[in-house]
C-alpha cells in the first residue's frame, strides 16, 4: 500500500473515533450531571420543607402594637373655649 492509501482510513478512523468520544463524552456527562442536580434538588427541597414545618401562619400574632397601651386623648384638654 501506498502512504496515501494508508493515511485515508487511519483519518477516517481517527474522525469516527473522535466523533463516537464526543458523543459518549457528552451522554455520560449529561448522565452525571443530571444526577448531581437532582441530588442537589431534593437536599434543598428536604431542607425546604423542614423550614416550612417550622412556620405557622396561624399563629396569634400582635398586630397592633399599640395594644397595651392605655391612653386619653381628652385628658388635660380645654373642652370649653369661654370658660
Partial sequence: MTPTNLTTPLAI???IGIVLGVAGGYYFGL???WKS???EFEKQAAEKTQAEANVNPFADVKTNPL???KTNPLQDVK???FE
Avoid: S
Wanted: hydrophobic fraction near 40%; proline fraction near 7%.
Fill in 13 to 15: 478512523g481517527a474522525v
Fill in 31 to 33: 448522565n452525571q450531571g
Fill in 37 to 39: 442536580a437532582t441530588a
Fill in 67 to 69: 395594644e397595651d397601651v
Fill in 79 to 81: 373642652l370649653n373655649p
